[in-house]
């Protein structure tokens, strides 16, 4: 304890230090207008040129002022030479940034973001990023590509993993929690990483689901659907964005001047700079927007794009092109301007090197664990619970058989983007039970099958065991390489015989508890009747096994509440909780209405749901005034009681409609939701304080706005169990 505070206190003493000779913004824009007058046109190229990785021809590259960003160069050894060559070999002597794919953690890793969304915790959602960065800035990292905030309302998009999932409201919230936990309170501090908000924009709206498909969207679900978390980004400081992929109605967004320039930079201000994703300027060319490589960077560049990632686009013949008046030479003195602000606003040109010993004393900290452990217990969903089978009862125990093909897997938990997490930190189901249970209670091990492949030759192994169990656990899912980018699906049943396997063991007539690990919703409709339980535990990262261990047994009363809607079947999707009403709304008895002849309308478990070992009872939903101008603020309470025998959290939920205006409004909309600790018995008042504003949208001529009327307000649980009042929103006289 002793070595631990010496160590806090001497860096926090550092840090103090760093952030007190840190630079005002208004010296940072002398210190870059100073640079910019000294720079070459190549040098000024080269800040805006980024590669992965590290070779010689880089370094001669760096020493030339050719190249002002790597990345994929982990170490503080191998970063702090790299640095060393661009500060003390290159001409002027700037600094390098250095970046990385930082998602859920650098080695200590954390739930995927779909998984750690649905803990509705926006305070330990930003802590975990803050340790995410401490842990990356130890090993020289300057720059994480995160968060993900793409809405997706496509489970079949492989990509949804990375995001929050559905909502606007709630992808803003994590969010700013996430650019907060990465940029900390100054990114001078050593231990921060500056954020990037990505990728800009509609990306996950990609048709069919698939990954860097088109997107054809109108401006109205653009502005309200998909660019909220953005703004939410820029709103919390983000220090940069990344342009996306796909195109939007004709134009990709990597060449696309209406939401680069005019949105990003024009309405909304934004000061830092946008990279590329890897090479999405060149594949303009691929977009058939460009015939080489030299018009794309033009067209990348006038839109908006500052850093090309990976994509050899901004060269020096990009000069006669100034030269000759195709291209504005203000257009690369701005985004050079860009790129320098933020290499000031990080300290790299006073503190370019890391300490290296400040990686043995970071990685993998326990109280870094700990949080892991606390995320993924918070991220799991009870999705059924018949017959209260769980908690499992240890005194009425004496065997458990496990079976699944990832019942005792070291990688599927590390989930898609991990960094530099390996399998030796991760904790699986079976250890975590172990752990748990020890001798007390038998465990009997069966794989059963593979996820992907067709084999049933373990089948009668994983039978047998089940037939010898008082209760049976089955870790169903997707392996990590089966969600992510490049990893969209078009069926999302259990893959392989899983499905199968789980109606064979069903036949022992064994209670059965299904838990999930998955990065997107999977349809379960197939097995969803054959299991007694539900839990939806996601890729939760190192920690997995102790998580589900602990909400197994009752250690930990589930809590986790979905981001995103699981549908019954793939052909529901798209499928989202704030859809619009159609004229002819679903009707059972009226067949011209809007539905399906074969599948209800409504999905398998919706948005906000998830379950409790303990039950909540909402009454006395109230508002405070039900006249309000749009410039006051909507107060609503509810009283939410926990009437079970066992202390809780629930996550409240505030929904909204605009019943009557200019254009159609979405059913529901979040606007609210809090979590709330009850012990048995317990009662609290739960009060929102919303601005009227808040509750506004697009009108027909696209400016957002406040319209006079009704207002219907729905607070509960979930999506769908709520309790519902009104409010009229009147207009100024």
């Not at 890793?109 to 969304?117: E, H, K, Q, T, V």
């Not at 342009?243 to 309405?267: C, D, H, W």
């Not at 039900?626 to 409240?652: A, H, I």
Request: charged share 25%; proline share 4%; net charge neutral.
């Amino acid at each position: 304890m002793k070595f631990i505070s010496k160590f806090l206190f001497t860096l926090t003493l550092v840090i103090t230090v760093v952030l007190g000779q840190h630079l005002k913004d208004v010296e940072i824009e002398a210190k870059v207008n100073e640079l910019l007058h000294q720079m070459t046109f190549a040098e000024k190229v080269g800040q805006m040129t980024q590669f992965s990785g590290t070779n010689k021809r880089y370094e001669q590259m760096i020493r030339e002022g050719k190249i002002g960003s790597l990345l994929n160069v982990i170490g503080a050894e191998v970063n702090n030479r790299i640095q060393k060559i661009a500060v003390e070999e290159s001409r002027l002597g700037i600094p390098l940034v250095i970046g990385l794919d930082v998602i859920h953690g650098y080695r200590t890793i954390f739930p995927i973001p779909l998984a750690a969304s649905a803990s509705w915790d926006t305070v330990l959602i930003r802590k975990a990023a803050e340790i995410a960065a401490k842990e990356a800035a130890s090993a020289g990292i300057h720059w994480t590509f995160a968060p993900m905030v793409d809405i997706a309302r496509d489970p079949r998009w492989g990509r949804i993993a990375e995001g929050a999932g559905e909502d606007p409201f709630l992808g803003s919230a994590m969010t700013r929690a996430q650019v907060l936990g990465f940029q900390g309170k100054s990114l001078a501090d050593p231990l921060t990483l500056l954020a990037c908000g990505k990728h800009f924009v509609a990306y996950g709206g990609a048709e069919g689901g698939r990954d860097y498909n088109t997107v054809d969207i109108s401006e109205r679900t653009l502005r309200e659907i998909y660019l909220p978390p953005f703004k939410a980004a820029v709103d919390a400081g983000v220090g940069t964005l990344m342009s996306a992929f796909n195109e939007i109605s004709g134009v990709p967004t990597s060449a696309n001047q209406f939401t680069l320039r005019k949105i990003l930079k024009g309405e909304w201000g934004f000061d830092g700079f946008v990279v590329s994703d890897w090479n999405s300027i060149g594949e303009l060319v691929a977009h058939g927007i460009a015939k080489d490589r030299l018009e794309a960077g033009v067209k990348g560049l006038t839109a908006g794009v500052d850093m090309d990632m990976e994509g050899r686009c901004y060269t020096t013949d990009m000069e006669a092109l100034v030269a000759d008046g195709t291209l504005s030479d203000g257009l690369i003195e701005d985004a050079v301007r860009r790129i320098l602000r933020m290499k000031f606003k990080l300290g790299l040109f006073e503190h370019p090197y890391i300490d290296e010993n400040l990686q043995k004393k970071l990685i993998l900290h326990q109280d870094h664990i700990q949080t892991a452990l606390e995320l993924a217990r918070e991220s799991i969903v009870l999705l059924k619970n018949e017959k209260d089978v769980l908690p499992l009862n240890r005194k009425e125990l004496n065997t458990i058989a496990l079976i699944g093909p990832l019942a005792d897997d070291k990688d599927a938990p590390l989930g898609t983007w991990r960094c530099q997490g390996k399998q030796e930190d991760v904790v699986t189901v079976y250890e975590g039970l172990k752990n748990k249970f020890g001798d007390d209670v038998k465990i009997i091990y069966a794989k059963g099958c593979d996820v992907k492949n067709n084999s049933r030759s373990e089948f009668n192994k994983a039978i047998k065991a089940a037939r010898k169990a008082d209760v049976v656990v089955m870790v169903m899912g997707e392996s990590a390489d089966m969600s992510g980018e490049a990893a969209s699906r078009a069926d999302l049943n259990l893959p392989g015989v899983q499905a199968e396997l789980i109606n064979a063991i069903a036949e022992t007539n064994k209670p059965i508890v299904l838990v999930l690990m998955n990065g997107r919703p999977i349809t379960l409709s197939n097995i969803e009747s054959k299991v007694t339980a539900i839990v939806e535990s996601w890729h939760l990262g190192i920690q997995h096994g102790n998580a589900v261990a602990n909400v197994l047994t009752g250690d930990y009363n589930p809590s986790g509440k979905l981001t995103v809607t699981f549908p019954r079947s793939v052909g529901q999707i798209p499928i989202y909780y704030n859809h619009k009403s159609s004229g002819r709304p679903n009707n059972p008895s009226d067949k011209f209405t809007s539905k399906y002849i074969d599948l209800p309308s409504s999905p398998l478990y919706p948005f906000g749901y998830g379950l409790s070992y303990t039950e909540f009872r909402y009454t006395g939903i109230e508002v405070e005034n039900n006249r309000l101008l749009s410039t006051d603020e909507l107060v609503v309470s509810v009283n939410v009681k926990n009437t079970g025998k066992r202390g809780g959290d629930e996550v409240v939920q505030l929904y909204i409609r605009d019943m009557v205006g200019s254009v159609t409004r979405p059913v529901k909309e979040l606007k609210g939701f809090q979590r709330v600790a009850l012990e048995a018995g317990e009662q609290k008042t739960v009060q929102f304080q919303i601005p009227v504003r808040n509750l506004g949208a697009y009108d027909l001529d696209m400016n957002y706005t406040v319209e006079p009327g009704e207002f219907g307000i729905m607070v509960g649980g979930n999506s769908v169990n709520v309790l519902t009042t009104t409010v009229e929103v009147v207009r100024l006289k």
